[in-house]
């Protein structure tokens, strides 16, 4: 029977991961915590697969940071049931190398067993961060490339 968290659990979890504390970070993670952040790996590197504590508190404490330093981890939604829980948060930070401020939603999903995180899995509204970093609009026009023709219904190459 999984032992139920409570919402404090998790607010204090995001806490400490906004503290970028490893000491801090590391009282609530399991030794064999998997973790999974859906995002561009290209462009904020701290997304992608972790296994393991010291692989999730480098990402945390290390590898975040050199791309974007997180300021605030705002809950939008805070859904807790049993060992689980489920958030839609607003997240603020600093792009690293230009400083501009970035903001944006990300979905996680957290499952806990005797107070320790072993899954995480979450999805960052990575359009919307992949703009702010680039700072600029990203073109999603459907346009042909300059060396095709188009002729009527047909595709002149």
Not at 2 to 31: G, H, K, M, N
Request: glycine share 6%.
């Amino acid at each position: 029977m999984p032992t139920p968290i409570s919402r404090q659990l998790v607010r204090d979890y995001f806490q400490a991961c906004v503290s970028r504390d490893p000491e801090r970070i590391a009282r609530f993670l399991d030794d064999d915590v998997e973790w999974s952040l859906g995002g561009p790996v290209d462009l904020l590197p701290f997304c992608g697969q972790r296994h393991g504590k010291s692989a999730v508190i480098d990402t945390i404490v290390r590898l975040a940071p050199s791309s974007i330093r997180l300021t605030e981890m705002e809950p939008e939604e805070l859904l807790i049931d049993g060992d689980r829980a489920a958030s839609l948060l607003r997240l603020s930070a600093i792009h690293a190398s230009t400083g501009r401020t970035v903001s944006y939603r990300c979905a996680q999903f957290l499952r806990f067993h005797d107070g320790k995180l072993v899954e995480f899995r979450a999805l960052i509204d990575s359009f919307d961060a992949a703009e702010q970093v680039l700072g600029h609009p990203i073109n999603t026009a459907l346009e042909a490339p300059p060396e095709i023709e188009a002729r009527g219904n047909r595709i002149a190459l």
